[in-house]
C-alpha cells in the first residue's frame, strides 16, 4: 500500500498544464478542463502502475496537457519487453477510457456534447502519443525497436534522427494545415525543446546505461553475444557495441587471431573504477 501512495505523492503538474487550467477557468471551460485532466491523469497512471508493479524507481510523474512523462531511474537496462509494457500501458488506458464513456452516454447519463467532446480528447491525446518522436510514447517505442538489432548508442541516435524528421513533418503540418492553432505550435515548442535536450545529453544517457550496468542490481540476462574487437580498440569505442537485454564476453584479436577473451565487467571495471578511459583493449591484457 506504502509505494501506491508513495506514487500519488510523485504526481506533479507541468507548468503548461497550469497555465491551461487558468486560461479554462478564466473563460469558464471547466468540463473541458476536467475531461483533460482525467485523460492524462489515467495516461499516466497506467505506465506508472506497471512500473511499480515491475519495482522500477519512479521519481515523479509530470502531467501535460497532451499527456505526460514518468521519471524513473531506470537507465536501459531493464527487459525489452517489460519496458514496452511499461510504455503501451499509457495508450492502453485510453480504450477503457473511451468505452466508459460511450456507455455513459448511450445511458444518457452524460450529454451527446460531453460525449464529443471527451472523445475529442481522449483520441487526440492518443493519437498525439503514439507519433514516432521523443519523449512521446511513439518515439519510445522506436527506441526499443532499434535496440533490438542495434547497440544502445546507436540506437538512441537513430532513434532521436527519426524524431527529428518526423518532429519537422510534424512541424510542416502545423504550418500549413492548422497555423492559427496555438496548442499545435506549444506541443511542437515543447517536442522541440525536448528532443534538443535529449540531443545534447547523449553522451551522458549511454554513461548512465554504462553505469548501472556496472554498478546496478542484478539484470536479467536474456543471451550472451560475443564480441569480437580488435587488440587497438579503445575501450570506450568497445563499450558503445553494448546492447540492451544480453551480456557480452569479448574477444580480443590481433592480426586475424584470437589472443584472449574478457568478461564485460572486467571492461567496465577498467573503465570506471580503474580510470583507465584512454586505454586499448590490448592494454587491458598487461599488468600495470
Not at 535496440?147 to 538512441?156: E, I, L, P, V, Y
Not at 545534447?200 to 546496478?216: I, P
Request: glycine share 6%; charged share 20%.
Amino acid at each position: 500500500m506504502n509505494k501506491w501512495l508513495d506514487l500519488i505523492m510523485r504526481i506533479h503538474v507541468h507548468p503548461f498544464l497550469w497555465i491551461i487550467i487558468g486560461i479554462g477557468l478564466v473563460t469558464g471551460r471547466i468540463k473541458e478542463i476536467l475531461c483533460l485532466l482525467v485523460i492524462v491523469l489515467i495516461h499516466e497512471l497506467g505506465h506508472a502502475a506497471l512500473a511499480v508493479f515491475y519495482s522500477w524507481r519512479i521519481k515523479r510523474v509530470f502531467l501535460l496537457p497532451f499527456g505526460g512523462a514518468v521519471e524513473v531511474e531506470e537507465h536501459g537496462n531493464r527487459p525489452l519487453k517489460e519496458e514496452f509494457a511499461v510504455i503501451i500501458a499509457g495508450p492502453l488506458q485510453h480504450i477503457w477510457l473511451q468505452l466508459a464513456v460511450w456507455i455513459l452516454a448511450s445511458f444518457q447519463i452524460i450529454e451527446p456534447h460531453t460525449f464529443e467532446m471527451f472523445t475529442f480528447y481522449n483520441l487526440t491525446i492518443l493519437f498525439v502519443n503514439l507519433l514516432p518522436i521523443w519523449p512521446l510514447d511513439g518515439g519510445k517505442i522506436v527506441f526499443l525497436l532499434l535496440s533490438k538489432r542495434f547497440a544502445f548508442q546507436k540506437a538512441h541516435w537513430l532513434s532521436l534522427r527519426t524524431s527529428l524528421c518526423c518532429g519537422l513533418l510534424l512541424g510542416c503540418w502545423i504550418l500549413f494545415a492548422v497555423p492559427m492553432q496555438i496548442s499545435a505550435w506549444v506541443l511542437f515548442v515543447f517536442l522541440a525543446a525536448s528532443l534538443f535536450d535529449e540531443h545534447r545529453q547523449r553522451h551522458y544517457t549511454h554513461v548512465r546505461f554504462l553505469l548501472e550496468r556496472y554498478y546496478g542490481k542484478k539484470r536479467d540476462v536474456e543471451k550472451l553475444i560475443p564480441l569480437t574487437v580488435k587488440a587497438e580498440d579503445k575501450v570506450y569505442h568497445v563499450m558503445a557495441k553494448f546492447k540492451r537485454g544480453c551480456k557480452h564476453p569479448i574477444i580480443i584479436e590481433k592480426a586475424g587471431e584470437k589472443v584472449s577473451e574478457l568478461d564485460e565487467n572486467e571492461v567496465l571495471h577498467a573503465y570506471f573504477a580503474d580510470k583507465r578511459t584512454n586505454s586499448s583493449m590490448e592494454d587491458l591484457l598487461l599488468p600495470y
